[in-house]
């Protein structure tokens, strides 16, 4: 990206700041004094969207004392919380910008940081993921590298709400429940350029955390549907395949050896609670193999009628 649209007399906006928030009355003035004096100091022109996640402390009545003195200051409020997903998502399709910040609204993520992600930018990225490499615990250390086995994706901190990107790229982007934990799989997925950079982690000072047992949860489940739509969602017989199989080969197994062992050893096939189970377990192999199979014929024929449709768009009579 051209550094002639960094400057506050350009056409258009440069940098629109997405930050979601619920119940973050305290944080809310020092955090949008930190972010204007951050972009005010580099000359950018820019917005401020805050969307409120249906708080009900005095979020919203502190962002409408702002707004008054700052038309940049942007405000969108939901009835009740409906989570981070839907945050992003209407804030994607409000944002003006050339680029989009987003970043919690607790004053972890620091507003002076936001010039490193504008230069890793304008190396040729279309996202920059924050990397808060200090005072990350051991769950969250271990739940990022398996993300970052299983998908390929060289990134340390898949959560960390600090991220850069492209509006070009979120066109029609629509995420939901705890995908946004995940956006940077989705968007490597679709073959655009991810990056990373090093951000200090602060401390929470003021209000509580939202994260906890439940919101892990649903994180992981998330996750698995990730994973499947990325990896398997033009080839369900390979995942499945996978499964089925195993499920098959060792039902096999198991009533193969049980039958063996009772012709030619104790001359009787006991057992009769393992043998239940391999028989349960070739059935379950059958049935996922033939969802899999399903799930082909489907695919197959949806790319037959794009096919077909194409060739009559080309080919009207």
């Known amino acids: 990206m051209s550094k002639h649209n960094l400057k506050t ?7 629109s700041i997405i930050i979601p928030v619920f119940n973050e009355e305290e944080n809310i003035n020092p955090l949008y004094h930190k972010t204007i004096s951050s972009l005010k100091n580099r000359g950018y022109k820019y917005e401020i969207i805050f969307i409120d996640d249906g708080s009900t402390d005095k979020t919203l009545q502190n962002l409408l004392i702002l707004q008054k003195n700052d038309g940049k200051l942007r405000i969108v409020k939901f009835p009740a919380n409906r989570g981070k ?41 279309d996202a920059v993921i924050g990397w808060k490499y200090k005072g990350k615990g051991l769950p969250s250390y271990i739940f990022n590298k398996f993300e970052s086995l299983i998908t390929g994706i060289p990134i340390h901190d898949f959560n960390c709400p600090f991220k850069a990107f492209r509006k070009s790229i979120l066109k029609d982007f629509n995420i939901y429940g705890e995908l946004y ?20 982690n602060y401390p929470r000072i003021y209000g509580k955390s939202k994260y906890g047992l439940e919101k892990f949860m649903r994180g992981l489940m998330d996750f698995l549907t990730v994973l499947f739509i990325t990896k398997y969602k033009n080839s369900p ?7 089925g199989g195993m499920f098959v080969l060792t039902g096999l197994s198991l009533d193969a050896f ?13 057992h009769l609670a393992l ?3 391999g028989i349960f377990l070739i059935i379950v192999g059958f049935q996922f193999l033939s969802v899999g199979l399903l799930g082909e014929l489907i695919i197959s024929g949806r790319e037959r009628n794009i096919s077909y449709s194409e060739h009559i768009n080309k080919n009207p009579k």
């Not at 680029?99 to 507003?111: K, S």
């Not at 017989?237 to 499964?243: D, E, I, N, S």
């Open 9 to 15: 007399n350009s056409k258009s906006v440069f940098l």
């Open 85 to 125: 997903s839907d945050s992003y998502t209407i804030g994607f399709k409000l944002a003006k910008g050339d680029m989009i910040i987003t970043m919690d609204g607790d004053l972890q993520d620091d507003p002076a940081e936001i010039n490193k992600f504008v230069e890793k930018m304008e190396e040729g990225y």
């Open 181 to 200: 934990r995940f956006i940077p799989i989705l968007l490597h997925k679709k073959g655009f350029k991810v990056g990373e950079i090093k951000i200090e």
């Open 237 to 243: 017989l390979h995942f499945f395949g996978f499964v």
């Open 258 to 270: 049980l039958t063996i062992r009772g012709i030619f050893f104790t001359g009787r096939i006991g």
């Open 275 to 277: 043998l239940l189970m």
